[in-house]
Each structure stands twice: as structure tokens, then as C-alpha cells.
């Protein structure tokens, strides 16, 4: 909890604080009713946002995200008592890691939710604020959600998931494809995450020339 804005920001050390820390002050600031969180590389395919909300309604959810990220080895060692019930009761398996990636939890009952695209009524920040304490921005999110038996949807496919085979086959010269990651909701193509952000210094990289101009070509032509 951010009672303390001061002395959270003497102590950021890491970008996704940074991140966390700027999602939180926005939420304090926004005055309607309904919240989107997301990253500024992405782009909509399609308006649907008030199709969202109405699920919402109908089927009480907390909150409707896309992806659905891993669980880090050390957010696992550091929540163990907890992921180990949770994961236990809901697979009837012994926990287990991975270790490619860093390590993580070989499991698919159990991903975490991230703010690349995050909806959820204004009041629900009024009981939890934006954290990286579970190893990235807005896991907790879905850690408040489990402690408090609430409802919620992952938009898939889950490409931060390595437990889920989501990867298309790529063409050879076309390996900048890996960072664009479509999401769909009801079946139809919702939205795109180029993954890695915008920046001059990005921007300005031959490397990565490809990857703008294809996405600017898709934003243009986004309906």
C-alpha cells in the first residue's frame, strides 16, 4: 500500500517500480467510473470496450486483461505457502519448476495479470493499489483476487505463459514477428502489444526497423 508516496519513490530501484509507481498516481487522478491500464505500445483492432464492461456486469468480474503471465521462481519462493495451496487445490499436483527463462511454475491454473491492457472499475484501486512486489507490474492484481475469491478474465493467447504454446511458426528474416503479440476477444483479433515500448532509442535502431514500420503500417490500417 503507497501511504507513503515519498518514501516509495526514494526506494524505486528498478523500471517496473518506475512503471508501477506512475500506473498508481494515474489511478488516483482518474475520475470515471471504469479504468484501462495499458502500455503505450499498443493498438486496438476493434472498439469493444463497452461489450467489456457489460460482461463485466453479467458476469462479475473483477477485471478483464490480456495475457497471462508466469510465475517467477522467486515470486514462487516468496509466496510459497500460499501458490503451493492454491496451485495444489486447484490441480491435484505437486508443484514444479522450470528452468529455462530464469525458472518458473510449470503450470497452466495460474497466471498472473500485467497492465499491457487492464479493465476494471475505478473502485477496485480503492482496495488494492499497482504493485511489482510478485515480480512485475500488476501481478498482485490477480494475488488480491485469489485471496478474495473474485472473478476475473485472461484474454489469450498467453504468450509471457511458456506453459502455453503460443508462438506461430516464423519465416525465416521475419524473427522481429516474435514481438508482435496479438490478443482476441470473442474469437476476433482485439488488440496488439508490440512488446518492448516506444523510445528514441528504439525508434532510431536499425535493428529494429522492420518491426516499426510493420506496426505502423498495421496501426494505419486498423479499422
Known amino acids: 500500500n503507497h501511504w ?11 523500471l517496473t517500480m518506475w512503471v508501477s509507481m506512475a500506473f498508481h498516481l494515474g489511478t488516483l487522478e482518474a475520475k470515471g467510473e471504469y479504468i484501462v491500464l495499458q502500455h503505450n505500445d499498443t493498438f486496438y483492432h476493434q472498439d469493444c470496450i463497452d461489450e467489456m464492461i457489460e460482461q463485466m456486469e453479467e458476469e ?23 501458490l503451493d495451496k492454491y496451485d495444489k487445490e486447484h490441480s491435484g499436483q505437486q508443484v514444479t519448476m522450470r ?13 498472473f495479470a500485467d497492465a499491457y491492457f487492464f479493465l476494471c472499475k475505478r473502485k477496485f484501486f480503492d482496495n488494492y493499489n499497482i504493485d511489482w512486489y510478485y515480480g512485475d507490474t500488476n501481478h498482485g492484481a490477480t494475488i488480491y483476487c485469489l485471496y478474495n475469491d473474485l472473478k476475473y478474465l485472461h484474454l489469450g493467447p498467453y ?18 514477428g516474435r514481438t508482435l503479440h496479438t490478443y482476441f476477444y ?21 535493428d529494429f526497423e ?9 496501426l494505419k490500417n486498423a479499422k
Request: glycine share 8%; charged share 30%; proline share 4%.
Open 210 to 218: 522492420e518491426e516499426f514500420n510493420s506496426y505502423l503500417q498495421e
Open 159 to 176: 504468450y509471457d505463459n511458456p506453459n502455453w504454446k503460443t508462438e506461430s511458426p516464423i519465416k525465416e528474416g521475419e524473427e522481429w
Open 186 to 206: 470473442k474469437d476476433e483479433p482485439f488488440l496488439t502489444h508490440l512488446k518492448g515500448g516506444f523510445s528514441e532509442n528504439k525508434m532510431s535502431a536499425k
Open 99 to 111: 528452468p529455462e527463462l530464469g525458472g518458473y511454475v510449470k503450470t497452466k491454473k495460474l497466471g
Open 60 to 82: 462479475e468480474l473483477e477485471y478483464i486483461s490480456v495475457d497471462n503471465k508466469k510465475i517467477w521462481i522467486s515470486t514462487y519462493l516468496l509466496n510459497k505457502k500460499f
Open 4 to 14: 507513503d508516496i515519498q518514501a516509495s519513490l526514494d526506494n524505486l530501484g528498478c
